[in-house]
């Protein structure tokens, strides 16, 4: 599915963030409020990803799949039994997903904002479909 880059599907939309590297973290969020969303975090550890995962309010999370030297599937297992979509953020591509995630959205970094926002908008319309 296609998602039309002019799509409000984003407007408050709360986003929780997990990404240890400051940079990355900082132009995530940027982009994310440029549609609009409120952003949850960002978690620079699996810890606290784990907290937020398991207790705060959002509708997406971008995860990104290495976080301090640890694999985010601890955390993206929590937010899958909560049944909200999530979307990878890596720079090794969709192959070095494990299953049973690899059906999830991923973007490679770097990535552009047209493709962070269509991923995005795919990742909740297919959860809510």
């Known amino acids: 599915m296609i998602a039309d880059p002019n799509d409000d599907v984003l407007n408050g939309v709360r986003v929780l963030v997990v990404e240890d590297e400051a940079a990355i973290s900082m132009l995530l969020e940027d982009m994310l409020l440029d549609f609009g969303c409120a952003v949850v975090g960002p978690a620079a550890r699996l810890?606290?990803?784990?907290?937020?995962?398991?207790?705060?309010?959002f509708?997406?999370?971008?995860?990104?799949?290495?976080?301090?030297g640890e694999p985010i599937y601890p955390v993206a297992e929590a937010i899958a039994k909560r049944d909200?979509?999530?979307?990878?953020s890596t720079?090794?591509?969709?192959?070095?997903?494990?299953?049973?995630?690899?059906?999830?959205p991923v973007v490679q970094k770097p990535f552009s904002q047209a493709e962070l926002k269509r991923t995005?908008?795919?990742?909740?319309?297919?959860?809510?479909?």
Request: net charge negative; no cysteine; aromatic share 6%.
């Open 84 to 88: 909200l979509p999530l979307v990878f």
């Open 91 to 104: 720079g090794y591509g969709g192959a070095g997903i494990r299953e049973p995630f690899r059906d999830r």
């Open 120 to 129: 995005l908008i795919g990742a909740i319309r297919a959860a809510r479909a």
């Open 47 to 57: 810890s606290s990803a784990l907290e937020m995962a398991a207790q705060e309010t």
């Open 59 to 68: 509708e997406v999370a971008i995860l990104d799949v290495n976080v301090a």
